[in-house]
Each structure stands twice: as C-alpha cells, then as structure tokens.
C-alpha cells in the first residue's frame, strides 16, 4: 500500500464567540464573568467567558445550574443576528487569504493548507487580520488531518497555535480520555471504560476482537481509527450547511415506554439543543425517531410556526409526539432531529409527518 499524500490541515475556531461579540458591545464587562444565556426554566449555557469557566460552567450546561455556580455572573441573552453578521465577516476574512475552507457552524471551520508555500506564516496572518478587523481571536490547530487539527486547537485556549504530527498528537493525549475525540459520545465512553479502557492509549491498543465483541466489527474499527487519530475526510467547500441535525441513543437493554423512556428523550433533546444553540441553528421541524425491539422504525414529526427558542419548548414537542405515539412494545432506539433550519423553510413545509417501516427479518 502506498503512502498516503501529505497533506496540512488547520482547525480554526473562534475563542468563546459569542461571549466575544457582547464583549464588543459592552468593553465594560471585560474580565468579568459573562455567560450568554437563555432565561427560560430549562435554559442552557451558549457560551461563557474564560472568567465563568474557572467555576465550572460550560457550553450546553443548565442555565439554572450555571447561576448557583457563579451567581455574580452577568446573564447576556444570545442575540443570534448579531453572532451570525460578526460570523460571515471573520470566514469571509479567512477565505480571502486561505483558498480551501469549509465553514462548520458559526465559530469554526477546517483549512486544507496543503498547497501553502509557508503554512505557518499564512495562518498568522489571517489569525492577525481576524482580530484586528472583527475582534474575535481564533485558537488554531494544525495536522496531517481534520481530526489531529481540531483536537489540536483545543489544547491551548484561548490565542492557541499548536501543529502535531498524527504520532505526537498521540502521544501528547495518550492519557486522557476517549470522550475528548470528537465521534466518542459520553455513553461510548462509559462502555469503554466498563471494559477496563479508560485512556486514548488503551483503547488504541485494545483488541478489534474484544471491541467487536462488545460493539460490533463496524464501530469497533471506527473507535480504533479515532483512537489512533487516523482521518481520512476531506476539506470541502462545496458542502452546503447541515439540512436537519439529530441526536439518538440505542440502549442496551429494550426500554418500556414511560416515565424512563421519556426521561432518556428529554436527556437527548438537552443534548440536540445545546448543539443547537452551540452553532446558532435554528429549525421549525421536530422530529422523533422511535425503533422498537421487532426493529419496527417509526418516525413522528411536527413543523411549528417559529423554530424553538428554548429547551422546554423544545422537549415538549418531542415529548407529546412520543406520547400521542405510545410505542406499543419495549423501544430498542429513540432520537429526536431538528429540520427546516432558517433559510431551508421549503424543506420544513414537506417535511413528511410520518414515516413506518417494516420490520426488519
């Protein structure tokens, strides 16, 4: 087998973004702790400054519980417009010195440099000309693929510069855990750690064997590729935005429909949300994805006048569609999608309401 073709690929993310666009606005809150928040009961936490961080709070963590962490914080409600507007400006910025970029959601986006004389130079530049003309500091990662990059430009924020080979970035994460790679979910990494592998390192030595086993041959080789920060992905600018996002667990033993079940619903809907949120998203169709112990898949969707602007509404819509739906045998799946995201409402208008298929012999 041949060699692969080098290539240098940067992560370019932007340093607490929306905390930073209100920090434009208000120079007087600098250095204190701010968080951008909704002010719903079941809010969640968009960003929060550097400050709010040292006391536990994070992105997607309850609003409520953020409050009690760091009652003298400031509350800031998210103003989307205004991080979509500083947004445009800072990828619009990047493009006219970097050829090869592909956006990802509003604070980050991926860089294939390959073709760069001097890389380095090239993205101090455009890391100099970002802040001095929007104000918003990138933290970059540069590596032999999109995954070593962006876990890269994780390690040193905020004004991170870190490049790693695929074999130091290895060795520099060998001891934390898998749940920091990107692809590896919370309930993946407790299942890993159930099975004795609690750091990147052990699972990047663990038998395909075992983790076959455990998780079937496709998802085994999968968690060895990140483990061992193999990635193969392109950067790509012709990839249009995300039509739906969607966020779904399968349990590993069948769950009665009821007062769990909805629980396990409502705990994906914080999740799908914070994303959401995360990335400025906003959808006007929600949508359920339920699949029973006979593999029969139902899904349940409802397309609303405006697009959720807040956690509770959110779960609620999903909730009353499990429940006019009443799963009439143990649930294997549950999922919940947000759809028709502002600018794609056609799709929300046709998106289908519901949708069986049969069970699967």
Not at 46 to 51: D, L, V
Not at 325 to 340: E, Q, S
Request: glycine share 8%; net charge positive.
């Amino acid at each position: 087998m041949s060699e692969p073709a080098r290539r240098v690929i940067a992560h370019l993310d932007c340093d607490a973004f929306y905390v930073s666009v209100e920090l434009m606005r208000r120079p007087e809150l600098r250095g204190l702790p701010v968080v951008v928040a909704g002010s719903g009961p079941r809010s969640v936490v968009t960003t929060a400054s550097y400050e709010a961080r040292r006391f536990g709070i994070g992105s997607a963590s309850p609003a409520a519980q953020a409050r009690r962490l760091c009652p003298q914080a400031v509350f800031l409600p998210p103003d989307f417009p205004a991080y979509r507007a500083t947004s445009q400006a800072v990828w619009a910025l990047v493009r006219e010195r970097l050829g090869v970029v592909q956006v990802i959601g509003l604070d980050e986006s991926y860089a294939d440099i390959t073709d760069e004389a001097r890389p380095i130079t090239a993205l101090r530049e455009v890391i100099s000309r970002v802040e001095e003309r929007t104000g918003i500091v990138l933290s970059v990662g540069v590596g032999p693929n999109r995954l070593v990059a962006k876990v890269a430009s994780d390690l040193e924020k905020p004004r991170g510069f870190v490049v790693l080979s695929r074999e130091q970035a290895c060795e520099r994460l060998a001891g934390r855990s898998p749940r920091i790679i990107p692809g590896i979910g919370p309930k993946t990494a407790a299942r890993l750690q159930a099975l004795g592998i609690g750091t990147i390192s052990a699972l990047a030595q663990a038998s395909t064997a075992d983790l076959a086993e455990r998780f079937g041959r496709r998802q085994a080789a999968y968690l060895l590729a990140r483990s061992q920060l193999r990635d193969d992905a392109p950067v790509s600018t012709t990839s249009g935005p995300a039509k739906s996002r969607s966020s779904e667990t399968t349990f590993d033993e069948d769950l009665q429909p009821g007062a769990g079940l909805e629980a396990e619903l409502t705990a994906l809907c914080e999740k799908l949300f914070g994303a959401l949120t995360r990335r400025g998203a906003r959808g006007r169709t929600v949508a359920i994805k339920v699949r029973l112990n006979d593999w029969t898949t139902v899904t349940r969707a409802r397309t609303l006048p405006e697009p959720p602007s807040d956690l509770e509404t959110l779960s609620t819509v999903a909730l009353e569609l499990l429940r006019a739906y009443d799963p009439p045998r143990p649930v294997r799946l549950i999922g919940v999608r947000v759809a028709g995201f502002e600018g794609d409402l056609g799709q929300a208008a046709t998106e289908t309401p519901e949708q069986l298929a049969l069970p699967l012999t």
